[in-house]
């Protein structure tokens, strides 16, 4: 393959096609290339998700090493890649693996967005490998979790579910044993996440604890105070 056309196929890999690692291991580029921003070509595959690339590159002689000392499990849980997850604790990676600063693990990782169609599928592959769903982050250090000035505050995983998860984010961290009661550097629990984010009653009812209640006929303030018209007595 001629160097323009090596040239080419690296900047489409780092675009996404990662179908092409196979053609650049063919025309004798070494495994563990490193581009001119120093981001390796198993950096490029596992940024997105592709299993079988990244096999190809371990073949080769790549280490998963190179994806930091959690073998890259936090990443694939950030990004949502349950297969890549799923593949990468095969290799002997730390479903409990915590940050050195921040204390998070991948199970937070896993929780800081709203869209859960991939991530609660990572989280159901943490979970069954033993994530622990009571860890709790250290208190004030920055997280690059949420892109934006962005500081932990000792909470775990169901309080992160409790401002962004769905009923099934919530439920299956219940199930594998999270606790409603465990209260963050503020004092504040899993209802009170979900209180501060206004999510709706279905959310709460799952987090109520002790002596917390929600009346069966709760609605809305917005409801309360549109009122409703009785019927119009029969003459």
Not at 34 to 62: E, M, N, P, R
Not at 177 to 198: I, M, T, V
Request: glycine residues 8%; hydrophobic residues 40%.
């Amino acid at each position: 393959m001629p160097d323009a056309d090596i040239a080419r196929s690296l900047a489409e890999l780092s675009e996404g096609r990662t179908d092409l690692i196979s053609d650049l291991l063919a025309a004798g580029l070494s495994a563990n290339f490193v581009d001119q921003h120093g981001v390796s070509l198993i950096q490029h595959c596992a940024y997105y998700g592709d299993v079988t690339a990244i096999k190809l590159l371990l073949a080769q002689g790549a280490s998963l090493a190179t994806l930091g000392l959690d073998l890259g499990i936090t990443g694939a849980a950030f990004h949502g890649h349950w297969r890549l997850c799923h593949f990468l604790l095969e290799q002997g990676a730390n479903p409990n693996h915590t940050d050195s600063e921040n204390g998070e693990t991948p199970l937070h990782a896993a929780l800081c967005t709203n869209d859960r169609a991939a991530h609660d599928q990572v989280l159901a592959v943490l979970l069954a490998a033993g994530a622990d769903p009571n860890a709790a982050t250290r208190p004030g250090a920055d997280t690059g979790g949420f892109m934006r000035d962005v500081r932990t505050k000792g909470e775990t995983p169901l309080h992160r579910a409790a401002a962004f998860g769905t009923e099934d984010t919530i439920t299956m961290l219940l199930d594998a044993g999270a606790s409603k009661e465990l209260r963050d550097a503020n004092g504040d629990s899993p209802l009170s996440w979900a209180s501060w984010y206004l999510r709706p009653n279905p959310i709460l009812r799952l987090l109520l604890f002790g002596n917390y209640r929600i009346h069966p006929q709760n609605k809305s303030m917005r409801a309360n105070l549109i009122g409703k018209p009785l019927p119009t007595p029969q003459t």
